[in-house]
């Protein structure tokens, strides 16, 4: 739920609202699971397209907002301290249900999962882009994520099952990897566009359409498929740690609120419950039949490594959309558009990337690339702390943008190798969406906790500084921001250094797939 709003002391401007993440391309993958053989399916290359498509918008639903989020601050009246919201309830709905969602899509049908997705998202994209207030916005949201969660994970296995070749499965998940990497770059453009010659309402209201459209011709190309055996859930697990969750963002969330802060009874009270519930999730998940997270996947040293460092990095990276949306737009006078042309070197580096990362991690395995990416991404956190109200774009952000660009894609693909070291082929599925669970999860607290640091160091600066200019204190809250977020790196650089000791021979053989 929402923080409360909350007003501005006498004489202090408003607090700009944090512009929120568009977090790297989800890895909602499960590994193909093992299908008889029944001869290819001859629509399967038309499946493909309509699967793609589907991935295409989920994938821009990550990004195509975050441009959008000032507009939309302005238009509902959306304080500082809520702003994060926005995104917050869908990342934390997505990443929070996501294990969920892909068990209910193998026992339910994955192509009935699939188009209830679609629907589900094409609805709750409308009721966001009607919405009349932040309450109504900040729910379609969360069902954005929901229903995601049901989608995204139905997406994978049909692509898995209709493609038996391991030729065509090859080139089938090369271009559902392609549709991944570059959606997120086609999102900040769209978004852009919209917002500036349209309206923010029609960066979650341009989802309707794609997703009805998408809808109708998967009736008629994709076949039904669905797992055999036991069909119980964890219903205690997915309310016990969704619950915990929740507490935990909201409790940062209240942090952030002007009169409220760390030492409130409120936030601690949150925080408690939260400690309590996510103890209680893990303590249940030991010996609970059919755990939501089997503790045996998690547990592993280089598994558990490789899950622990994509929660600090979706935490960490999350900064860059985080303030540098409000920086082009508020500090640098960028148009929407132009603040998405801003970011298209950072996708262009993480694409790049993770082709030439692709190539050198069978020659060098994967840790020496995951020390050295989280490295050069801090480094280039810390560049950030740089910026200044009249600083060039060219030479004071885009060397940053490309480092943490470049030091990203140089984990990401090594890092989704090393999670599925040594799993047993019936955990392989829970062990990759772990993975994404874990960057959604990271990010979802990532964004609430920055929030706060920034919220705090920009009134602390107005404070100490009476009669400064407000963009000064801004800045300066970014440079805070930032620093915290470079610290993120900086902890899951001595994670893989310490867990992370899988070499070359040890990667999965479906390593490809995976990353």
Known sequence: MPADSTTTPPGVPDLPPPAAAAPAAPITSALPPTVPDVGPDPRRWLALAVIAVAQLMVVLDASIVNIALPDAGIDLGITAANIQWVVTAY???????????????????????????????????????LAPNQELLFAARALQGGFAALLAPAALSLLAVTFTDPKERARAFGVFGAISGGGAAIGLILGGVLTEYASWRWTLGVNVPIALVTAVFAIGLITESRAEGDRRYDVPGVL????????????????AEEGVGWTDPVTLGLLAA????????????????????????????????????????GAGIFAIFLFLTFYFQQTLGYSPLESGFAFLPFSGGIILGAGIVSQVLPRVGPRPLIIGG????????????????????????????????????????????TALVGVESHDAGIASAVLNTSQQVGGSLGLALLNTFYASAVTGYLADNPGSAPGAAFVHGYHVAFVWAAVFLAVALVISVVLIRAKKDDLPAEMALAA
């Open 240 to 255: 016990l740690s969704t619950a915990g969750l929740v507490s935990l963002v909201y409790g940062f969330s209240k942090a």
């Open 274 to 313: 939260a400690a309590v519930l996510l103890v209680s999730f893990v303590l249940y998940e030991r010996r609970a039949s059919h755990p939501l997270l089997p503790l045996r996947v998690v547990l592993d040293r280089n598994r558990g490594g490789s899950y622990l460092v994509f929660l600090l990095v």
């Open 374 to 417: 989280l490295l050069l991404a801090a480094v280039g956190m810390l560049w950030l702390t740089g910026i200044g109200e009249t600083s060039s774009y060219v030479t004071e952000v885009l060397p940053a943008e490309l480092a943490i660009s470049l030091g990203m894609a140089a984990v990401f693909v090594p890092a989704s190798s």
């Open 91 to 129: 990342t934390l709905a997505f990443g929070g249900l996501l294990l969920l969602g892909g068990r209910v899509a193998d026992f339910i049908g994955r192509k009935r999962a699939f188009l209830i997705g679609l629907a589900g998202f094409a609805g709750a994209s409308a009721l966001g882009g």
